[in-house]
Nanobody, 119 residues
Framework: QVRLVESGGGLVQTGGSLRLSCAASGLTFSNRFTGWFRQAPGKEREFVSAINWDDGSTHYADSVKGRFTISRDIAKNTVYLQMNSLKPEDTAVYFC????????????WGQGTQVTVSS
């Protein structure tokens, strides 16, 4: 059974930092893209960042470039999202997702972790 488990969310003040983790069981991240998405209340889910597990290349939404960093720990089969200079508009539930090796769509999703940035 495939499981993605996010952790590291919480409440932080504007300008603060958090590090989210995404640990996988039942699959390995190799040959996949693994990404972070977020959904704020009343808004659609949006892309935040993604990493190609095999070559480490990264992608970011414009809204988080320069503030967020995605990384991976191959030995731990874990993906991280370091979030710095947080803003109230970063408040959302953050989801980890990884692609199917066949379809390359984000077919596997975690339950999400809440990030709240107070002003």
């Amino acid at each position: 059974q495939v499981r993605l488990v996010e952790s590291g969310g919480g409440l932080v003040q504007t300008g603060g930092s958090l590090r989210l983790s995404c640990a996988a069981s039942g699959l390995t991240f190799s040959n996949r893209f693994t990404g972070w998405f977020r959904q704020a209340p009343g808004k659609e889910r949006e892309f935040v960042s993604a990493i190609n597990w095999d070559d480490g290349s990264t992608h970011y939404a414009d809204s988080v470039k320069g503030r967020f960093t995605i990384s991976r720990d191959i030995a731990k089969n874990t993906v991280y999202l370091q979030m710095n200079s947080l803003k109230p508009e970063d408040t959302a539930v953050y989801f980890c997702a990884t692609t199917s090796r066949i379809t390359m769509r984000y077919d596997y999703w975690g339950q999400g972790t809440q990030v709240t940035v107070s002003s």
